[in-house]
């Protein structure tokens, strides 16, 4: 049973450019957080997905974008990127698009802005 | 206003030593839910256990067990015998149960060392 697999692993970018980030849930699972996490720090949530629409957004701003798609995998992009955009990104899912389950981790993805 | 916090940001304990991280919650409603992650090196968090508000037993998983105090808003989490392979940083989250709210809130993390 694969767990929440992302993609890439790591990604390089420059300030000002675009990145999508990837992520497939857990097999069973229908509902799609992403977190980003600074280095030092606890992560925080930028947004949920559920039955392909955007659920609960965190206080992040509209640079900040996401899909989730039939399959119910998902992803994120970040436009006009900053130097503060530079962090782990990671993926959770869980079974139902309630608070009473547990959401599971991907790896993430760790994204450097230079 | 939600928030967890880990005072302890690092500790450094020698293998089979008994160690305890604290966390403390902070929350207005009367239906949430705690949690702790252990992140590797890797960085994968991966989900320890899970407890809602009305469910204060202590619970006990092999070398681990967890304390859960409403009275003083705490989720102790403490690793008896502590080995290697434990080095790792520890979150602690909060979910609350208004409608509507799915997030779950992490407090910063407390960096275990254990040394051989």
């Known amino acids: 049973d694969a767990g929440v697999t992302q993609s890439p692993t790591h990604l390089i970018k420059t300030r000002g450019q675009q990145v999508t980030l990837r992520c497939s849930p857990k097999?069973?699972?229908?509902?799609v957080s992403w977190y980003q996490q600074a280095l030092g720090q606890g992560p925080q949530f930028i947004f949920q997905?559920?039955?392909?629409?955007?659920?609960q957004r965190g206080n992040f701003p509209d640079r900040f974008s996401g899909h989730q798609f039939p399959n119910y995998s998902s992803e994120l992009n970040v436009n006009a990127l900053l130097l503060g955009d530079s962090a782990l990104y990671l993926c959770?899912?869980?079974?139902?698009?309630?608070?009473?389950?547990?959401?599971?981790f991907g790896p993430g993805t760790r994204l450097t802005v230079l | 206003a939600q928030k967890v916090t880990q005072a302890q940001t690092e500790i450094s304990v020698v293998e089979k030593e008994d160690v305890t991280l604290d966390c403390v919650y902070e929350?207005?409603?009367?239906?949430?839910?705690l949690f702790w992650y252990k992140q590797p090196p890797s960085g994968e968090l991966v989900f320890l256990i899970r407890?809602?508000?009305?469910?204060?037993q202590n619970e006990i998983s092999g070398r681990y067990s967890w304390n859960f105090q409403k009275s003083t808003s705490s989720f102790n989490f403490t690793i008896t015998a502590s080995q290697v392979v434990d080095s790792a940083v520890y979150f602690c989250a909060l979910s609350d149960f208004p409608a509507g709210t799915y997030k779950y809130i992490f407090g910063t993390g407390t960096r275990l060392k254990v040394l051989a």
């Open positions: 959770a899912s869980s079974r139902l698009a309630g608070v009473e389950d547990t959401q599971y």
């Open positions: 997905y559920y039955e392909e629409e955007e659920r």
């Open positions: 097999s069973g699972h229908d509902t």
């Open positions: 929350t207005r409603d009367t239906t949430y839910y």
């Open positions: 407890r809602n508000s009305f469910d204060e």
